[in-house]
C-alpha cells in the first residue's frame, strides 16, 4: 500500500547503511513523482501492521510534512535529519528581517530626530511623555535583551550540533573536529577564532553574530537616544505693528517722563523698554497665535524698522575775551557763538552741556539773533566743554580746556531682526538690513523737542503744565555726581552722559570719550524718548513672522545610530549565510541529542566506538584529545528491529598503535576537574565585583545627592553617552556572560551531581535535557526535577538582562543649580557714628536741582512703574550690609552667591485718627499737641494754602508731616501725620472740608538673614536666620538708630500740597502709593475721604521701601568706614548640567545586583563534591564515562522495567569484568568520596591521609572496589 508527502526529492535514489550488528546491507528503495502543479510526491512501502519503515520519530515528521513544504522543514525529513528549529528557515530569516527592520526603525527614529531636532519635543525635560521617556529608557534595552537571548538560543543549537553535522559527513571527521568538540562552554570570545581555524563556518558565524550582538550593539543601542535641547521654527502671523505718533502729537508726550526713563536706563542699570536698547529703538511688532508652548524661551523674527540716532562732532575755537576775564568764547565755524562764564572756585572740575535752546531750566544756550541764528542744523547742535582748573581760581586762571560742538542725526531702517519674544530684546547678532539707512525726517521725529528736552532736563512750557510732584522738577542727579568733584549747577545731560561710566574725570579730556559719553547718552535717552512716542496700527502689509523656540526632547546620535544599522545589516547578513549553511549542512540525526539517555541510544549501536573509549573512563580531557583527535568517527543510518537507528563508525589513525591504551590497573586517586567558575575564588572573585559595583553606584547616589548631581566630564554628546549609556550596559554584558558560563556548567554538572548522590532516576539524571536550550531558559524543566539551586542561577541569569536595562537606563541628565564655599568681604560693618551720620546728612543736604534729595524716591518710582531693579543689597523691606565676592570676574554671569548678613529696615505703624469736619475759615488759635497733632495738618489745609488757591467744584488735598508749629516750639518728632481731604464748595472760601487722619510711627528693625544675591549684588532671596531686634546691638546703637529714622521721615514731608480738582499726585509719598495700588481712588476729589486703616498697608510697604533705598543709595557713608571686616563664608550658586540618577533604574539595578550577591552566595557556600576526571561538555567525555557500564548494553535497551531502575556515579565493575569511573546501573556502583581523591585537599591533608592511610584502610571500602 503506498503513502506518500509532498516534499523535494532526493537525487540519491537509494541509501546503504550497514548495521553493525547483523553486518548486512539494507537497501531503502523510495520511489518520487511529480504532479502537474509541480510538487514531488514521494512513495514509500508501508507494512500495515508496524507502519511506516521507520522510528517513530520519522512517523510524526512524515505526519508533519504533509502540511509543510520542505523548503521551510529544512531537512525535518529522512534525507535531511533532525535539525532544531532555531536553525530552520522560519527562525533563521525572521531574525535576518528582524535586524534589517531594527535598522530601518533606527533610521527612521533618526531622520525624525534630524528634521525635527529631536522626538516627543516638550517645553521642559519634565513635560516629555511619561510613555515617551519610558520607551527611551528602557525599550531600547529590553529589545537588545530579548534580542540577544534568542540569538543565545540560536547560538547555542549551532554550536551543539556542530559535532553532529560533522559526523554526518560522508567521509566522517576527525575526533577533535567531532566528538571532542566542546564549543558551547567555550569563551564567547573564542570561539570564532577557533571555528575559524577547523573551517567550522556556521560556528563560526553565529559566534561572530553573537560577540556583535552582546559586546557591540547591546552596549552601544543604549547610545543611541539621549535627551537634549532642539530648536523648532514656526510660522506666525503679526497682527498689531507700532509707529510713531504724528509729529504734532509728539511734543506733548516728550518730557521728563521720557528722561526719567533714561535715568533707569543710565543709572540704576535699568532694563531698557520692550523693543530697544541702549543703542537703538525698534518699530515693535505684536502677536496674538504664537506657536511656541508658554514655558519655552521663543525668539520672534520679522521684520520692522530700525530707529537710531548719532553725534558728529568736531572740535571747538575757543578764545579768552580778555587777560583779566573768566568769559570764553566758543565758535562752530558755522557763524555760532557761545560764551561760558569760567567763575567757577571751590570744585576742580568743570562739564557744561549747552545746546541751541533755552530755559528757566538750563544755564546757557546757543539760540540768538546775534550769536547763533537759526537754520536747520545749528537747531540740533550743542556745545560740550570739559575743564580742569590749573591754576588757583581768578580772572587770570589757567584751564585744560576741551571743548566740541556736536550735531545729532536721526536714521530709520528696514531691518529684519530676531527677538526674544518674552524680554522683546533684539539678538544683536540678527540683523539683517533690507534697505539704506534713510534720515528720519522732521516730519516723521520732532527731533527739535527731543533735543530740548535733552539739553533742559523738562520740555518746553513745563513750568505752566500740571504734573505729578515727580515730574514737576528736573531729574535729581546731583547726589550721583557727589564723587567728580563738578562745579554745580551741573546740566542734566552732563549727567546722563557720565551715568553708569567708571571712568576718571580725567579721561573726560580726551575728546573721543568725551564724544563718546554723549553719543551714548544721546542714544539710551532716544531709545526711552521712542518709548513714549509709539502707536499701535493694523493697516500694514507684512504679517509674516516665525517663532523659533527650545524643546526638550528625546535625541538620536547620529554616528551611534548608524554603528548599530551597520551592524545589524551585518548580522542580517551573517545571519542569511548562516541559514544557507544550515540548509546545506547533512544531519543523520533523528531526535534532539539533548541527554545522557538519547546519546546512549546511539553509543549502544556502536560497539567499536564503545570498545575504543572503555579503557578511558578516568582520563581527562587533554588525554582523550590527544588519543583521538585524528582518529575518524562518522555517524550513520542503518535500518534495525524498529526502524531507523543510528551508529557511529570509528577508524583508527595510522599512528594509534603508538597512543594505544593499554590494560591498566584502576587508579584509585586521581585530580577531579574543578572548572575555575564553580570554585570558591570565583566566588570571592565575583562577589567583590558585584559588592564593589553597589558600593560605587551607592556611592554615586550619595554623591548626587549631597551635590545635587554628579558633574559632567565632558560636554560632548557622544562621549556622554559612553559614559552614561555603554561603559554600563557594557558591564552589565560582562555580568550576564559569567552566570550564562555558570548557569551552563551547572546544567552539564547537574545530572552528575545527582547520580553521584546515587540511585538517580532517569527522569532527573539520564533524562533531563539541559543542554537543548539556553541555560537561562531551563528553569522550567529545573523546577520541575526540583533542582532549587539550578533555578536559582537561571532566574538570576534571567535577571542579568534586567540589570543592563537599569545600568543602560539609570544615568540621566538635567539642569540643576550647585552650590560651592564662596568668600566674601564686608564692605562696610553694620555700626552708625557720629561722623558717618553727618557726613550721610550732608549728602541728604546737598545742592540739588530740585533743592530736595529724592534720589530715593526716584529709585523707588523706576521700581514701581518701569520694572527698575533695585540697587545691590536692597529689597523693597531691608537694605543688607553689602559685600564683595572674591573672582566674581571669573565666574558665571548667571552665578548667584549667598552669604548672612545684617538686614536694616524700618516699618511704618499707622493708626487711624477720628474724621473731621471742619469750617473753611481760619481758625482763632491753632491748639497742637502730641497727643492730638490733628491740628497741624488742619493749619496745613485751612492756612497754608489760601482759599482763592482752591479749584472751583469738589476739591481734593493731601498733606503729611512731622507735626510742629510754625515757628517750631513744638515738634513731634516721633510721630508722623497723614490726612486727606475734601471739599464740595463749589465757590472760593465755601464749604466744609471733610479730612480723615493717620498718625503713623516709624521703628527700626534689623536681624540676620540669609541672602542671595547677582554677581552685581541685586538680591534675589532673602530668609531671616536670627531674631529681629529695635535697634543695632552696640553701645548708643538706639540713639542712632532712632536719628536715622527721624532724618528720614523728614524726607516724606508733604512740600507742595494744594487743593485739586484732579487726581495728580502732589507729593512722592501719593504718587509711590497709587503705583503699588494700581489706582488713584484715594486722590479722586469726588470720592469720600479714604479709610486710613486700608492705606495704613500701603504707607508701611512704601515707607519700607524707600527706608532701604535711603540706606542703600548712601550705604558708603553712613556706615562707619573704620570698623573691623572680617571675611566670611557663604555658597556660589551655579546652574549646571549634572547626571543623575533615575529612582526606578536604580531601585532595578541594586535589586539585580543584590540578587546576584545573594545568589552567589547561596551557591558558593553550599559543598560543591568534584568528582569527574573530565568535564562531560563533549560527546567523547560522555561516551567514556558510559561505554563499560551496562547503560549501554543491548541488554537495557527500551522495555518498561527500564524507566524504575536508577543510575549513580561512582566505581564499579564493568562488562569488561574491569573497575571502572562512570554511570552505572544500581546496584553495580559504590560511591566516591570527593575527601578520597588527592587533588580535593591540600599538601598537609594528604600528607596525613598516607600516614593513616592502613588506619583507614576499612573505610576504604566505601570509595574502591
Known amino acids: 500500500m503506498g503513502d506518500y508527502r509532498q516534499g523535494y526529492a532526493d537525487t540519491t535514489t537509494t541509501t546503504t547503511t550497514t548495521m553493525p550488528h547483523e553486518g548486512e546491507e539494507m537497501m531503502d528503495r523510495r520511489r518520487y513523482d511529480r504532479s502537474p502543479e509541480g510538487f514531488t510526491y514521494e512513495f514509500r512501502d508501508v507494512d500495515l501492521t508496524n507502519g511506516e519503515k521507520g522510528s517513530g520519530e520519522t512517523q510524526s515528521a512524515k505526519r508533519k510534512s504533509r502540511f509543510c513544504p520542505a523548503w521551510l522543514r529544512d531537512g525535518d525529513g529522512i534525507d535531511q535529519g533532525w535539525k532544531p528549529f532555531s536553525m530552520t528557515t522560519p527562525i533563521l530569516l525572521s531574525l535576518a528581517l528582524l535586524s534589517l527592520l531594527v535598522a530601518a526603525g533606527i533610521e527612521t527614529l533618526a531622520q525624525r530626530s534630524a528634521a525635527r531636532g529631536g522626538l516627543a519635543l516638550a517645553p521642559t525635560q519634565d513635560d516629555i511623555p511619561a510613555a515617551a521617556m519610558f520607551a527611551y529608557q528602557y525599550v531600547p534595552n529590553v529589545a537588545a535583551a530579548v534580542y540577544s537571548l534568542v540569538w543565545n538560543w540560536v547560538d547555542l543549537d549551532v554550536k551543539r550540533m556542530q559535532p553532529w553535522f560533522e559526523l554526518s559527513q560522508a567521509d566522517g571527521a576527525r575526533g577533535e573536529d567531532s566528538l571532542l568538540l566542546d564549543y558551547p562552554v567555550e569563551f564567547l570570545a573564542f570561539v570564532p577564532l577557533k571555528a575559524a581555524k577547523k573551517r567550522h563556518w556556521p560556528v563560526f558565524l553565529s559566534g561572530t553574530i553573537m560577540m556583535l550582538v552582546f559586546w557591540v550593539i547591546t552596549p552601544l543601542q543604549s547610545a543611541i537616544l539621549g535627551t537634549g535641547i532642539a530648536l523648532r521654527t514656526s510660522p506666525m502671523n503679526i497682527v498689531n505693528r507700532s509707529q510713531l505718533l504724528p509729529v504734532a502729537e509728539q511734543a506733548a508726550k516728550l518730557g521728563p517722563e521720557a528722561l526719567m526713563i533714561g535715568y533707569s536706563m543710565g543709572w540704576l542699570n535699568g532694563t531698557p523698554p520692550q523693543f530697544t536698547t541702549h543703542d537703538y529703538a525698534l518699530l515693535p511688532f505684536y502677536i496674538d497665535d504664537d506657536p511656541s508652548p508658554k514655558k519655552s524661551a521663543a525668539n520672534w523674527t520679522a521684520t520692522t524698522t530700525k530707529l537710531t540716532t548719532e553725534l558728529t562732532c568736531w572740535p571747538a575755537q575757543a578764545s579768552r575775551r580778555g587777560p583779566n576775564t573768566t568769559m570764553m568764547d566758543f565758535l562752530n565755524g558755522q557763524g555760532c557763538n557761545a560764551t561760558i562764564n569760567f567763575d567757577y572756585h571751590s570744585t576742580t572740575y568743570m562739564m557744561q552741556y549747552v545746546g541751541f535752546y533755552g530755559s528757566a531750566y538750563s544755564s546757557y544756550f546757543l539760540a540768538g539773533p546775534q550769536t547763533c541764528p537759526f537754520n536747520r542744523d545749528v537747531v540740533h547742535q550743542f556745545l560740550a566743554i570739559w575743564a580742569k582748573l590749573k591754576t588757583p ?47 528720519l525726517s522732521e516730519d516723521e521725529f520732532n527731533s527739535t523737542a527731543f533735543d530740548f528736552l535733552v539739553a533742559n532736563g523738562m520740555d518746553y512750557g513745563a513750568e505752566s503744565k500740571i504734573r505729578d510732584r515727580p515730574f514737576q522738577i528736573v531729574v535729581e542727579q546731583t547726589p550721583r555726581l557727589r564723587s567728580n568733584n563738578l562745579s554745580w549747577p551741573v546740566d542734566p545731560a552732563i549727567g546722563y552722559a557720565l551715568a553708569g561710566q567708571n571712568l576718571s574725570m580725567e579721561a573726560y579730556s580726551d575728546p573721543k570719550t568725551l564724544q563718546m559719553a554723549f553719543d551714548r547718552a544721546t542714544k539710551y535717552l532716544f531709545s526711552a524718548a521712542v518709548s513714549r512716542l509709539l502707536v499701535n496700527t493694523t493697516d500694514f502689509s507684512d504679517r509674516t513672522a516665525t517663532s523659533t523656540y527650545p524643546l526638550s526632547g528625546i535625541l538620536v546620535s547620529r554616528s551611534f545610530s548608524a554603528a548599530v544599522e551597520a551592524l545589524l545589516t551585518t548580522c542580517a547578513i551573517l545571519t542569511l549565510a548562516l541559514l544557507w549553511l544550515c540548509r546545506k549542512a547533512p544531519c543523520h540525526l533523528r531526535a534532539n541529542p539533548n541527554s545522557i539517555s538519547r546519546l546512549n541510544d546511539i553509543f549502544r549501536n556502536s560497539p567499536r566506538v564503545l570498545d575504543a573509549f572503555r579503557k578511558l573512563d578516568n582520563a581527562g580531557g587533554k588525554s582523550l584529545h590527544n588519543l583521538f583527535r585524528d582518529d575518524n568517527f562518522r555517524l550513520s543510518r542503518f535500518k534495525g528491529h524498529d526502524g531507523y537507528e543510528l551508529s557511529l563508525e570509528y577508524t583508527a589513525s595510522k599512528d594509534r598503535s603508538s597512543k594505544e591504551c593499554t590494560s591498566r590497573d584502576p587508579e584509585p586517586y586521581y585530580d577531579p576537574i574543578r572548572p575555575f567558575a564553580l570554585t570558591r575564588k570565583m566566588g570571592i572573585i565575583f562577589l567583590v565585583i558585584m559588592l564593589s559595583a553597589a558600593a560605587v553606584i551607592a556611592w554615586l547616589k550619595s554623591a548626587e545627592t549631597s551635590n545635587n548631581g554628579l558633574s559632567r566630564p565632558t560636554d560632548s554628546f557622544e562621549v556622554l553617552q559612553l559614559l552614561e549609556n555603554y561603559i554600563p550596559t557594557a558591564f552589565a554584558t560582562l555580568v550576564e556572560p559569567f552566570w ?46 526540583r533542582h532549587f539551586v539550578l533555578v536559582a542561577v537561571c532566574l538570576v541569569t534571567l535577571a542579568a538582562n534586567l ?122 488759635a491753632l491748639n497742637l499737641s502730641c497727643s492730638d497733632p490733628r491740628p497741624y495738618l488742619v493749619q496745613v489745609m485751612r492756612e497754608d494754602r489760601k482759599s482763592i488757591d482752591r479749584p472751583t467744584g469738589f476739591g481734593t488735598m493731601t498733606s503729611c508731616g512731622i507735626p510742629s508749629t510754625p515757628w517750631g516750639e513744638t515738634r513731634c518728632a516721633d510721630r508722623f501725620m497723614y490726612a486727606w481731604g475734601r471739599s464740595s464748595s463749589s465757590e472760593k472760601g465755601q464749604g466744609v472740608i471733610r479730612a480723615s487722619f493717620a498718625e503713623c510711627k516709624s521703628h527700626f528693625k534689623t536681624a540676620m538673614f540669609n541672602v542671595t544675591v547677582d554677581a552685581a549684588g541685586n538680591v534675589l532671596s532673602y530668609n531671616q536666620t536670627g531674631d529681629m531686634q529695635p535697634y543695632l546691638d552696640y553701645e548708643k546703637g538706639e540713639a542712632f538708630c532712632k536719628n536715622i529714622t527721624f532724618i528720614a521721615d523728614d524726607h516724606f514731608t508733604c512740600t507742595h500740597s494744594q487743593w485739586r480738582n484732579d487726581t495728580t499726585a502732589d507729593d512722592w509719598m501719593s504718587y509711590l502709593m497709587s503705583e503699588v495700588i494700581g489706582n488713584r481712588t484715594f486722590l479722586r476729589p469726588n470720592t469720600p475721604v479714604p479709610d486710613p486703616a486700608s492705606l495704613s498697608p500701603v504707607l508701611n510697604e512704601v515707607y519700607g521701601l524707600t527706608f532701604s533705598l535711603l540706606l542703600g543709595l548712601g550705604w558708603d557713608l553712613v556706615f562707619d568706614a573704620t570698623a573691623d571686616k572680617s571675611a566670611v563664608t557663604g555658597w556660589r550658586h551655579t546652574e549646571e548640567t549634572k547626571i543623575f540618577l533615575d529612582t526606578a533604574p536604580l531601585i532595578i539595578t541594586l535589586a539585580i545586583l543584590s540578587l546576584n550577591v545573594a545568589v552567589a552566595i547561596l551557591f558558593y557556600a553550599r559543598v560543591t563534591a568534584f568528582v569527574l576526571p573530565r568535564m562531560p561538555t563533549s560527546i567523547g567525555s560522555i561516551l567514556a564515562y558510559v561505554a563499560p557500564s551496562r547503560a549501554v548494553s543491548v541488554a537495557t535497551k527500551g522495555g518498561p522495567w527500564t524507566q524504575n531502575r536508577t543510575f549513580s556515579f561512582g566505581r564499579y565493575k564493568g562488562v569488561d569484568g574491569l573497575v571502572h569511573i562512570g554511570i552505572e546501573l544500581d546496584p553495580h556502583v559504590v560511591p566516591i568520596d570527593p575527601k578520597a581523591l588527592r587533588g580535593n585537599a591540600g599538601l598537609r591533608s594528604r600528607f596525613w591521609r598516607r600516614l593513616t592511610r592502613r588506619k583507614n584502610s576499612s573505610e576504604a571500602l566505601t570509595t574502591w572496589l
Not at 401 to 422: G, P, W
Not at 803 to 815: H, K, S
Not at 819 to 838: E, G, H, T
Not at 860 to 887: K, Q
Open 740 to 785: 550564562v558560563m555558570l548557569n551552563r556548567l551547572i546544567c552539564v554538572m547537574q545530572p552528575f551531581q545527582d547520580l553521584w548522590a546515587g540511585k538517580a532516576r532517569p527522569a532527573k539524571s539520564i533524562d533531563t535535557t539541559y543542554s537543548a536550550i539556553p541555560p537561562q531558559l531551563t528553569v522550567w524543566r529545573a523546577l520541575k526535577a
Open 803 to 924: 540589570l543592563g536595562i537599569g545600568l543602560g537606563a539609570l544615568f540621566n541628565e538635567n539642569i540643576a543649580i550647585v552650590k560651592y564655599q564662596q568668600d566674601f568681604v564686608p564692605l562696610r560693618a553694620p555700626l552708625f557714628s557720629n561722623s558717618s551720620i553727618d557726613a550721610w546728612k550732608s549728602l541728604l543736604g546737598s545742592n540739588t536741582a530740585s533743592t530736595r534729595y529724592s534720589d530715593h524716591f526716584t529709585a523707588a518710582l523706576a521700581n514701581l512703574t518701569y520694572g527698575t531693579p533695585l540697587p545691590p543689597w536692597v529689597s523693597r523691606e531691608y537694605f543688607f550690609m553689602p559685600h564683595s565676592i572674591a573672582d566674581v570676574g571669573t565666574r558665571r554671569p548667571t552665578d548667584t552667591y549667598t552669604v548672612q548678613t545684617r538686614g536694616l529696615g524700618a516699618s511704618f505703624n499707622c493708626t487711624p485718627l477720628p474724621t473731621l469736619e471742619l469750617p473753611d475759615k481760619p481758625a482763632v
Open 393 to 439: 581760581p581768578g580772572p587770570d586762571a589757567s584751564y585744560n580746556l576741551t571743548a566740541m560742538f556736536c550735531q545729532s542725526h536721526y536714521y530709520k531702517q528696514d531691518v529684519r531682526v530676531t527677538i526674544n519674544a518674552e524680554t522683546k530684546v533684539a539678538d544683536p547678532n540678527s540683523f539683517q538690513a533690507l534697505s539704506e539707512r534713510k534720515v
